[in-house]
């Protein structure tokens, strides 16, 4: 059982940043793949950036509409996945979630066993 805890969120103007964390819980948080996804008002939940669990390669992917804007990374030493986000637009503007699975690569919604509650993110124009 592997809990996942977001936070980062609020409320910020266009064009700036924010880091999103995503802490997990238990002891083996290495062996998790991690993904980040996020659902807009009246829109369904969609992917935004996975990481593949540590080892000797470690790969990340990006939303198309993310890349180049946003970074994944992950401290194992923490428990912990961030979501680096920049030049934040207002169609960025989502309810942001964490999710792990340790058998798949979480990219997409009915993959990951295991998600998180969501961090609030506001992009103002």
């Known amino acids: 059982q592997v809990q996942l805890v977001e936070s980062g969120g609020g409320l910020v103007q266009a064009g700036a940043s924010l880091r999103l964390s995503c802490a997990a819980s238990g002891r083996t948080f290495s062996t998790y793949a991690m993904g980040w996804f996020r659902q807009a008002p009246g829109k369904e939940r969609e992917f935004v950036s996975a990481?593949?669990?540590?080892?000797?390669?470690?790969?990340?992917y990006y939303a198309d509409l993310v890349k180049g804007r946003f970074t994944i990374s992950r401290d194992d030493a923490k428990n912990t996945v961030y979501l680096q986000m920049d030049s934040l637009k207002p169609e960025d503007t989502a309810v942001y979630y964490c999710a792990a699975d340790p058998n798949i690569l979480p990219t997409t919604v009915t993959g990951p066993r295991y998600w998180g509650q969501g961090t609030q993110v506001t992009v103002s124009s």
């Open positions: 990481i593949t669990r540590s080892g000797r390669s470690r790969s990340t």
